[in-house]
């Protein structure tokens, strides 16, 4: 298996503009997490979906940041508009739920600088 | 929200040394788990706890489910410079529907030659 995938692994852009994040989980996983990772507040879990359908959104920052998953193997996290604050690495992780196995698989991030 | 006491925050050992480190919670967790990241790498799972008292080994790292539940260490043996990184523990709330986990802020692992 591939693992989780995620594109692009760098993105720098300039403060307003769109930013789309893009992420394949582990084929068979019905769970999809977003962390977001800084300097400052280490890992924070943005949002988690479950079959593709969003359970808990509570740690996205605020409403420029939105996340979709439209089918089981892909989903998108947007920023829009961004802001130099949002700089940090985002990260995709995927897991299978059973009671006693579910761990969390992460991809290789991606590093968002925004100018 | 959930918080996790991860300690300490950073270490310089000497290679050939042993490491260890814990984290601890003022909530019950049904599960722990140890990740290792790299530079520029996400975080790569090490050792995953299920059960209070379960003590895994993966090589030369070993793991612990503290009995009561609210703590678990990581356990390094005859350190090599590889074993440099950040070492996060996670953990997951004994709750029904919860799915999340809550991260330590890390340790910084230093191996000097």
């Known amino acids: 298996d591939a693992g989780v995938i995620q594109s692009p692994r760098h993105e720098v852009t300039e403060m307003g503009q769109e930013v789309t994040l893009r992420c394949k989980p582990i084929?068979?996983?019905?769970?999809l997490f977003w962390y977001r990772q800084t300097m400052m507040r280490g890992l924070e879990l943005l949002i988690y979906f479950n079959n593709n359908v969003p359970i808990d959104d509570s740690g996205m920052p605020e409403d420029r940041f939105s996340a979709k998953m439209p089918n089981a193997s892909f989903s998108t996290l947007k920023i829009q508009p961004s802001e130099p604050r949002d700089s940090a690495v985002y990260f995709c992780?995927?897991?299978?739920?059973?009671?006693?196995?579910?761990?969390?698989?992460f991809g290789p991030g991606t590093r968002l600088t925004v100018l | 929200g959930q918080q996790l006491n991860q300690s300490p925050q950073s270490m310089f050992i000497q290679e050939g040394e042993d490491v260890s480190m814990n984290c601890t919670s003022s909530s019950i967790f049904n599960t722990w788990l140890w990740y290792k990241q790299d530079p520029g790498e996400g975080p790569v799972l090490l050792i995953a706890l299920y059960k209070a008292g379960e003590l895994t080994s993966n090589g030369r790292l070993t793991a612990q489910f503290g009995i009561t539940r609210k703590d678990s260490f990581l356990n390094i043996s005859a350190s090599i410079p590889s074993d440099v990184g950040i070492y996060f523990c996670a953990g997951r709330i004994s709750s029904g529907s919860a799915r999340q986990l809550t991260f330590g802020s890390g340790t910084q692992l230093t191996v000097l030659p």
């Open positions: 084929s068979g996983h019905d769970y």
């Open positions: 992780a995927s897991s299978l739920w059973r009671e006693t196995h579910n761990e969390q698989f």
